[in-house]
Nanobody, 128 residues
Framework: QLRFQESGGGSVAPGGSLRLSCTAS????????MGWYRQAPGHECELVSSMGGDGSIRYGDSVKGRFTISQDNAKNTATLQMNSLNPDDTAVYYC??????????????????????WGQGTQVTVSS
């Protein structure tokens, strides 16, 4: 059964760090496009970061220089290291993947169960 298990969310003060993990079962990240999206209340779904099957990496403009995506194919796990967090980073974060080489989801809502595969999401709250 295909499943993405996300972990690492929580509450942190501004300037703090969190590390999100997404472990897949029934699906292999290696060679496929995957990434992280987020959605805050009243806001559209936003790409945080993605990694292509060729290792290419993209970041959303708002997280460049602060977040780092990585992937451990031996563990079938993807990680999002988030540093210098600020209140605007507060959202539910979703792990997503496709069977093709690039994850290119653009949509107002996430998750979108009609597009690729998604985790259930993990809440990240940044507040003082």
């Amino acid at each position: 059964q295909l499943r993405f298990q996300e972990s690492g969310g929580g509450s942190v003060a501004p300037g703090g760090s969190l590390r999100l993990s997404c472990t897949a079962s029934g699906f292999t990240f290696d060679g496929r496009g995957m990434g992280w999206y987020r959605q805050a209340p009243g806001h559209e779904c936003e790409l945080v970061s993605s990694m292509g099957g060729d290792g290419s990496i993209r970041y959303g403009d708002s997280v460049k220089g602060r977040f780092t995506i990585s992937q451990d194919n031996a563990k079938n796990t993807a990680t999002l290291q988030m540093n210098s967090l600020n209140p605007d980073d507060t959202a539910v974060y979703y792990c997503a993947a496709v069977t093709g080489p690039q994850l290119n989801y653009i949509g107002s809502e996430c998750p979108n169960w009609d597009f690729g595969y998604w985790g259930q999401g993990t809440q990240v709250t940044v507040s003082s």
